[in-house]
């Protein structure tokens, strides 16, 4: 029989003895510069951290070259952080700047760190998920170039989080993101009545739709979809792969801003509504590059020191932001799923 | 789609060996499938759980959760893993003829 | 070894400042069928807009019901390198530390036997090996064993549980979020491997209100540290930052959500109404050198975060406003578990614990888990009248 359910490496093996002497007793921090921090401890011992954004999509030749640099530089240890970057743990000052250079070199810079954008978080995509809507690693990969300069110089207001999910299934947490693009469908899925009645649980299929538009249709032993009530989430595809839902001529990115998971100051926020709909423009995407940009231009020079996308939105009022950004607002724009009702506005205040 | 062999008859499964005519489930086709899930004989536990799944599907559609099978047939999970080692989506709902399972990974 | 497919438009995201996927999938391509194929079903992809990867397959280990997660391409013809292109889940080590050694010997097993792309890491947490054959699956899973490695979850189970780096490099961990990860996630390893519930559970763990893995909005269960008592002022290091010209009133008094902060600017003191700080954070974040933390230390334990499917995604809500986190973490287990049961017992099909305690409202939960309701649970108390009473409370 093999070993099972023996669990993860333990995480106090894969720490170096700086790290475990000062386990819980860190005292401090400041930030260096974009791409270091120090973390000082009680004993007065120094930990520096240089941090870079990764692809996230990795060859092992490449984890194998962080690895080396670990070993040159780092005594064997580093880490990730949450948001796909890398950071080495360094106890020897002046390790910091060779280190970089050897990172530079390879194509990875560091940064991220203090009133930044850091990496981007997303999904699979075309890479490998059956549901996108578009690709993630392309899109990404094309923002982040454009948005390089955010990255590297700390110019910002404040921390700014940029995230992507290419279909609503969002297995990355884009919803609570400063700037977030999500994978969309626009036109209701194709049912194949002969391959719905092989393959697929009815019943489960007809309760997966939020919208209640699925019936079942015993005679063809399949189902029918009342196109009117579907909001293409595509969740019947995902319970059964004889409903595709995709459609190349229409399927694309919404764009969401002002959503923030901390507690500080504001309480965390979902993103809201910013752009409906941008159609897929492989390789670089350049509408969806385009719009994000302006919408992090705009908040640079708008917002007051200190405030994050949201609490700027929450502070100039939404109108002033479709203002300010020259985007159009529609009845997309109005929410009309369940709960709806409270993000009516009802008084009689408003900006102009 | 490739087939398998079943005492001569040629039935169509997907990807991965799941039965794409659950019309076409039998006995035989269980004891074939079961050895490609690392079950070498049907016992009579085995086949309590079988029959289970295959008279749940039937009747309702759909496969049961997996604390209900549990319930329905007085075996802890641990017993199941035991008997269909790679599991009861995988193995048992295999064996018994039904579809493939959906939903989130 | 077929020629390198040809990949005109992938070519064009070669080059920039940002670290190329691309390039990433190259180094693989020159030795491996399958990121050669990868590269060229992608640029297909590119081309007509579309994902040419079919809906997930069930494939698996021996003992395990998930950390596999099953993928055909949908043009194998076209793509014989991926046919079958299965992605395996790792469970990482707590706060995703790496000690090179053990890291190698995972990288080497990669290379034998899969594609030797990797997402470092998934949403989750995972380390993602990203594309082997049906047939490698067990080898890797024995192989992976071997050095220490064991799977994560995947389906209707408990997901990999994750945590932010806490006390392995923050001063701000009010809790050991990396002990608490890595005993949850051992205690539960069965609940982890065997598939066995309505759908997918997720905990995930932060050191303090900066919740530094969004665990708020994306766990069903959300462990936050947070404290009691009064958060300790350093009046040296306050004079520090003043001297150094902070805009202390900009930055920290001004913004600080309950106006709890004042600031005294001939004795440059500044002082902290703790009656009325609700732990936000914002201060200490803004002088970490000055302002800690208070010392009676613990953690909100919040419910129900999920994506947006279904309901529309809801965050986690508290229903713990304060859980001493003490080894061996006896408190938190006993709630995880009354709530498994009860959702266990009462979820439908795919039915997150945060719609069926929607569906059934709170009051059946705090009753199934003996939680009391407490003013914390709530931005503010209803507004309509429509109430229900048990039996039990009315005059029979
Ligand atoms: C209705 C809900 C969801 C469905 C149907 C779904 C479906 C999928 C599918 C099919 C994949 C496979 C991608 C691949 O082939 O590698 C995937 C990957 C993944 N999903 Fe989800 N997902 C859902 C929600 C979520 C949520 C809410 C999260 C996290 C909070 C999540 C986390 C992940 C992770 C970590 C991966 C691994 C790959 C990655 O990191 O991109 N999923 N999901
Ligand atoms: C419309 C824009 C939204 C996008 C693009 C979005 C995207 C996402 C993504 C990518 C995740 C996966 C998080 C992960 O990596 O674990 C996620 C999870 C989640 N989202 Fe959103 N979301 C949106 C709206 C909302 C809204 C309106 C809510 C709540 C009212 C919400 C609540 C949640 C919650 C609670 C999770 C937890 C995920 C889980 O574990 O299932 N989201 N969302
Ligand atoms: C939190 C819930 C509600 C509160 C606090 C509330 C409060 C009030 C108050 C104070 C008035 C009196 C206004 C006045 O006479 O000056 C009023 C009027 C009214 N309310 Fe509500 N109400 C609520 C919900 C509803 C709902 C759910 C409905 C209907 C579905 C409703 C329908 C009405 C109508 C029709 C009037 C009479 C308006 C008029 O003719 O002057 N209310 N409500
Ligand atoms: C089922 C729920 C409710 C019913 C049936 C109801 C019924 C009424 C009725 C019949 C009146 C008119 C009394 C009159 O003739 O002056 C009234 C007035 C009022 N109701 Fe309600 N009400 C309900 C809920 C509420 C709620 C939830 C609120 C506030 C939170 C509210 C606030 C008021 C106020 C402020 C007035 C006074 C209006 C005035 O001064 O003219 N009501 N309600
Ligand atoms: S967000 Fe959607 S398309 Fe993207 S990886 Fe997750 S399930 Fe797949
Ligand atoms: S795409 Fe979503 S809304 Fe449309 S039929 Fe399918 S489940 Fe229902
Ligand atoms: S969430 Fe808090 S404790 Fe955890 S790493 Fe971030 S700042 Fe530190
Ligand atoms: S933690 Fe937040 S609420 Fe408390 S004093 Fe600081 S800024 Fe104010």
């Known amino acids: 029989m093999v070993k099972t359910d023996f669990g993860p490496p333990k995480y106090l093996d894969m720490m170096s003895d700086l790290c475990k002497r000062n386990y819980g007793k860190w005292k401090y921090h400041e930030v260096l510069d974009t791409g270091t921090l120090v973390h000082v401890a009680e004993n007065g011992e120094k930990l520096y951290t240089v941090r870079s954004a990764t692809p996230r999509l990795i060859h092992i030749d490449t984890l194998r070259v962080f690895c080396d640099l670990a070993d040159k530089y780092c005594n064997g240890f580093f880490r990730f952080t949450s948001r796909h970057s890398i950071e080495f743990l360094l106890e020897d000052e002046s390790n910091i700047e060779p280190l970089k250079a050897d990172l530079h070199a390879m194509g990875y810079s560091p940064g991220g760190v203090g009133n930044t954008i ?136 919404a764009i969401f801003v002002g959503g923030k998971v901390s507690d500080a100051r504001h309480p965390a926020m979902f993103s809201k509504l910013a752009v409906p709909y941008i159609p897929n423009e492989p390789p670089k995407w350049p509408t969806v590059v385009k719009t994000v940009r302006m919408l992090i231009d705009v908040y640079a020079k708008d917002a007051k020191q200190g405030e994050r996308y949201g609490e700027w939105i929450n502070r100039i009022g939404w109108e002033r932001f479709f203002k300010v950004t020259g985007l159009p607002f529609t009845d997309k724009h109005i929410d009309d799923y369940i709960f709806s009702v409270p993000t009516f506005r009802s008084t009689a205040t408003f900006k102009w | 789609m490739p087939f398998i062999d079943v005492n001569g008859e040629q039935l169509e499964v997907d990807e991965d060996g799941f039965l794409q005519d659950p019309e076409k489930w039998n006995e035989d086709v269980a004891k074939y499938l079961a050895k490609t899930e690392q079950v070498e004989e049907l016992t009579e536990e085995h086949w309590k759980m079988v029959n289970y799944l295959h008279d749940y599907f039937k009747k309702y559609q759909i496969a049961p959760m997996v604390r209900k099978l549990c319930k329905d047939n007085g075996m802890d999970l641990k017993k199941v893993y035991e008997l269909f080692p790679t599991g009861p989506a995988k193995g048992a709902c295999k064996i018994a003829g039904l579809p493939k399972p959906t939903g989130c990974v | 070894m077929p020629e390198l497919r040809k990949t005109p438009m992938l070519d064009q995201l070669l080059d920039g400042p940002f670290p190329s996927f691309v390039k990433e999938i190259k180094k693989g391509a020159e030795k491996n069928e399958a990121c050669n194929d990868l590269l060229g079903q992608l640029e297909l992809s590119y081309e007509e807009k579309i994902t040419h990867w079919k809906h997930g397959g069930i494939v698996g280990v021996t003992g395990y019901g998930g950390g596999v997660i099953g993928r055909y391409s949908d043009v194998p013809e076209q793509f014989p390198g991926l046919t079958e292109f299965h992605t395996m889940r790792v469970n990482q080590p707590a706060g995703w530390f790496y000690k090179t050694d053990r890291l190698r010997k995972l990288l080497d097993i990669w290379e034998k036997r899969g594609s030797g792309l990797t997402n470092f890491h998934g949403a989750t947490g995972d380390i993602i090996l990203l594309g082997t054959h049906t047939d490698e699956l067990q080898n890797v899973a024995d192989d992976l064993a071997h050095e220490g490695w064991d799977l994560g979850g995947s389906g209707s189970d408990l997901r990999t549980p994750s945590a932010c780096v806490g006390p392995g490099r923050c001063e701000w961990a009010c809790i050991d979020t990396l002990d608490i990860v890595d005993t949850l996630t051992r205690r539960y390893q069965n609940e982890l491997h065997r598939p066995m519930w309505p759908y997918k559970f997720k905990i995930k763990i932060s050191g303090c209100a900066n919740d530094g893995v969004a665990a708020k909005a994306r766990a069903d269960c959300s462990i936050i540290g947070t404290w009691k008592d009064n958060i300790q002022v350093n009046r040296t290091e306050v004079v520090n930052y003043v001297n150094g010209g902070f805009d202390i009133i900009g930055q920290v008094v001004d913004k600080c959500p309950t106006k709890c902060i004042s600031y005294n600017p001939v004795t440059k003191s500044l002082s902290i109404d703790d009656n009325n700080c609700v732990r936000c954070h914002n201060c200490i974040n803004k002088m970490p050198k000055a302002l800690r933390q208070g010392k009676i230390n613990g953690a909100t334990i919040l419910i129900g975060g999920h994506a947006p499917i279904l309901q529309s995604a809801f965050m986690s809500w508290v229903v713990v406003p304060f859980m001493e986190m003490k080894p061996p973490y006896t408190e938190i287990s006993d709630l995880l578990e009354k709530i498994w049961e009860w959702w266990d017992e009462n979820g439908k099909m795919r039915e997150r614990t945060g719609e069926l305690i929607y569906r059934l409202g709170m009051r059946s939960f705090l009753k199934a888990t003996g939680l009391p309701a407490v003013p914390q649970m709530v931005l503010h108390p209803r507004t309509n009248p429509f109430f229900f009473w048990d039996k039990e409370e009315v005059n029979q």
């Open chain 1, 118 to 253: 850091s990496n981007m978080l997303h999904t699979q995509g075309w890479i490998h998920c059956h549901t996108p809507a578009i690709d993630a690693s392309g899109i990404v990969k094309a923002v982040m170039d454009e948005v390089f300069d955010y990255y590297t110089e700390a110019k910002l207001p404040a921390r700014l989080r940029l995230s992507l999910a290419c279909c609503l299934n969002m297995c990355g947490a884009v919803h609570c993101s400063d700037v977030a693009i999500v994978g969309i469908h626009r036109v209701p899925p194709k049912v194949l009545d002969e391959k719905v009645a092989k393959m697929c649980e009815i019943p489960n299929v007809v309760a997966a739709c939020p919208t209640r538009a699925i019936r079942p249709e015993p005679a063809k032993k399949s189902v029918v979809i009342n196109d009117e009530k579907c909001m293409y989430c595509g969740n019947c595809y995902t319970m059964c792969p004889a409903i595709p839902i995709f459609d190349p001529k229409n399927d694309g990115a």
